[in-house]
């Protein structure tokens, strides 16, 4: 794997504002939501814990918070709102793509046609008490290629209309991430990305475009914290123990064989020069490319402060990097 030398624990977006190289993802603090009896949540939360969490993080210099419309079935916008409000200093990411119940708190269905895209506008808008979304991104990671067009058409026209200041699209695909790339107002891909997954072609695609790659899964759900073991199970309210198809890192809520020998073979690595785990993998983040923004899940103020404790200690050096190759190689 190539690696680029990057000292920089910051990074411009796309409307001019510096911030530090590390977004708050808040997919967890909207607590319990389901597909009928399976798990989307990752269980219950404190909502009061919750906010001392993001008002601790933006003490610590955090300025770009991740959400999405069917979190909580909109409870992480909620909390979300309640925290930060219009704050002209804070960006804001949210998703749309996914319809929620706030009373049952059951999924409904993924929907992508242009009146579901703008009546999803106008909740995340009240739900975040913002007057524009910062950035709005298409989560249906798989949406076809093909049908995507109308999709961005239409995010063009809302950000003609005021409504929204930038968008993307959540995907793991680079042909989606390509497609839309030239756009004006498409600056980011949101994608699964940590030191088991370097998804160089999809780092290729953001790099040739200038585009900013938002890490989702950069602790690997919870892996890179080295705080499971492997007879421990998550809750009964927890995505990590649902059988779902994407989840690799977990099987029946305990830490999939697999990846727990290729942890034990990076472990002393990541944790280099007076790291912690969880802040060695976010510095290899950083170390893997200069566009990407990590975005660790959080539930309370220590991971908060964990997190946000990696930027002190900057990207991995290249001589680590290479290090980490050689080892993930051998396993």
């Given amino acids: 794997m190539l690696t680029k030398p990057d000292t920089s624990t910051t990074i411009t977006l796309w409307n001019g504002q510096e911030v530090p190289r590390l977004g708050m993802g808040?997919?967890?603090?909207?607590?319990?939501?389901?597909?009928?009896?399976?798990?989307?949540?990752?269980?219950?939360?404190?909502?009061?814990?919750?906010?001392?969490?993001?008002?601790?993080?933006?003490?610590l210099g955090i300025r770009f918070f991740d959400t999405a419309s069917n979190y909580g079935a909109g409870h992480s916008e909620e909390v979300l709102g309640q925290a930060i409000g219009n704050r002209a200093d804070i960006v804001i990411a949210t998703k749309f793509?996914?319809?929620?119940n706030p009373e049952t708190?059951?999924?409904?269905?993924?929907?992508?046609?242009?009146?579901?895209?703008?009546?999803?506008?106008?909740?995340?808008?009240?739900?975040?008490?913002?007057?524009?979304?910062?950035?709005?991104?298409?989560?249906?990671?798989?949406?076809?290629?093909?049908q995507s067009d109308e999709v961005f058409d239409t995010l063009q026209v809302l950000r003609a209309e005021g409504k929204i200041d930038a968008f993307g699209w959540s995907t793991d695909f680079p042909d989606r991430a390509a497609r839309h790339a030239g756009r004006p107002g498409f600056v980011s891909i949101?994608?699964?990305?940590?030191?088991?997954?370097?998804?160089?072609?999809?780092?290729?695609?953001v790099e040739r475009n200038g585009l900013i790659s938002i890490n989702r899964g950069p602790l690997a759900m919870g892996l890179l914290t080295g705080k499971f073991t492997p007879d421990q199970a998550v809750?009964?309210?927890?995505?990590?123990?649902?059988?779902?198809?994407?989840?690799?890192?977990?099987?029946?809520?305990?830490?999939?064989?697999?990846?727990?020998?290729?942890?034990?073979?990076?472990?002393?690595?990541?944790?280099?020069?007076?790291?912690?785990?969880?802040?060695?993998?976010?510095?290899?983040?950083?170390?893997?490319?200069?566009?990407?923004?990590p975005i660790p899940g959080f539930r309370?103020?220590?991971?908060?402060?964990?997190n946000a404790g990696a930027l002190e200690k900057g990207p991995l050096p290249g001589d680590v990097m290479a290090e980490i190759d050689a080892a993930l190689a051998r396993v």
């Fill in 26 to 59: 808040c997919w967890a603090i909207g607590g319990p939501f389901f597909a009928g009896d399976t798990p989307l949540g990752w269980g219950e939360v404190d909502d009061n814990e919750s906010i001392a969490a993001i008002n601790r993080a933006i003490d």
């Fill in 190 to 205: 949101q994608h699964t990305m940590n030191v088991f997954e370097p998804v160089p072609q999809m780092i290729d695609v």
């Fill in 97 to 100: 793509g996914f319809a929620t």
């Fill in 300 to 306: 309370t103020v220590a991971q908060v402060e964990e």
């Fill in 235 to 293: 809750g009964a309210k927890d995505v990590r123990g649902a059988a779902l198809e994407w989840m690799v890192y977990f099987k029946d809520g305990r830490i999939a064989p697999e990846f727990a020998a290729r942890l034990d073979a990076v472990r002393s690595l990541l944790a280099s020069d007076g790291r912690t785990l969880t802040q060695g993998a976010l510095a290899w983040l950083w170390a893997r490319s200069p566009r990407t923004l």
């Fill in 105 to 146: 708190k059951q999924a409904t269905g993924a929907f992508a046609d242009p009146a579901f895209i703008r009546q999803s506008v106008e909740t995340s808008l009240r739900r975040l008490k913002r007057e524009r979304l910062d950035l709005l991104q298409f989560h249906i990671n798989d949406f076809p290629l093909d």
